[in-house]
């Protein structure tokens, strides 16, 4: 057992009520679906964005159902409820570990720091796609997992948004990007934080390249079977290209 594992053990059993903390307050704040409230406030509470197109409560819905302004505004919203829950999650973690060993251990608390953006990152995810405040129907956490992956590893982020961008560029189908995405968060993860973290002596555990790389592979599961339909319908040649509602 390396260091950063250890000390992981060491913390649960005396920090564990933080731990739920971290989870509960980024569900809450994932729970905060934009593409339901905009699409309300932009049909004066006459439609659910649920009950439109594909029933998707996310960006690719609203902007083919409801238009390109909500669509933007949905997507924005949906990056930052992520990105202040990551923020969240790892400021409490930096109280935790300052609180614990002081400033000692410069890299070890940056691990431990990162777990909680993780942390709070999955349940902010959560939470999107199963918001406590809209009977539990909500979006596929494309745009949260992405605002994930900027806030906890900008080198990630980039593989996956170029990873995104050639996929759509060539087809069009923004569903078929996202899965492609969501299938490679774990390999990216594990090559950003094996290659460029651990190999290169600065100071990084192997235990913690292992669980950014379970904790990047059930975000990109999660994700991806939130596309099960979409899926269905790339393998029958039905899946439709993106097309906004003007």
Request: proline letters at 2%; one cysteine or more; a positive charge.
């Amino acid at each position: 057992m390396d260091a950063y594992l250890n000390e992981i053990l060491t913390l649960l059993p005396a920090y564990w009520w933080l731990f739920l903390i971290v989870a509960a307050v980024a569900y809450l704040l994932g729970s905060v679906n934009p593409a339901v409230i905009v699409t309300r406030i932009a049909t004066k509470g006459k439609k659910d964005i649920r009950d439109m197109g594909s029933g998707n409560a996310g960006f690719t819905n609203v902007l083919r159902s409801v238009g390109k302004i909500p669509a933007i505004i949905t997507i924005v919203c949906d990056a930052l409820k992520c990105v202040i829950a990551v923020l969240l999650g790892g400021l409490l973690f930096t109280l935790m570990v300052n609180h614990h060993y002081g400033d000692q251990q410069a890299a070890l608390s940056a691990q431990v720091v990162n777990l909680g953006k993780y942390i709070a990152g999955i349940f902010c995810i959560i939470g999107h796609s199963y918001p406590l405040y809209f009977h539990f129907k909500g979006g596929k956490g494309v745009v949260s997992s992405a605002a994930l992956m900027l806030t906890e590893d900008w080198r990630v982020f980039l593989m996956i948004l170029g990873t995104f961008l050639i996929v759509f560029l060539i087809s069009k189908i923004i569903s078929l990007g996202s899965i492609t995405g969501a299938v490679l968060y774990g390999p990216y993860t594990f090559l950003a934080t094996f290659v460029f973290d651990y190999l290169n002596g600065s100071g990084y555990y192997l235990s913690y390249v292992v669980l950014s790389t379970v904790a990047a592979l059930i975000i990109g599961v999660f994700v991806t079977v939130k596309h099960k339909e979409n899926i269905g319908r790339l393998l029958r040649g039905e899946e439709k290209k993106i097309k906004a509602k003007k």
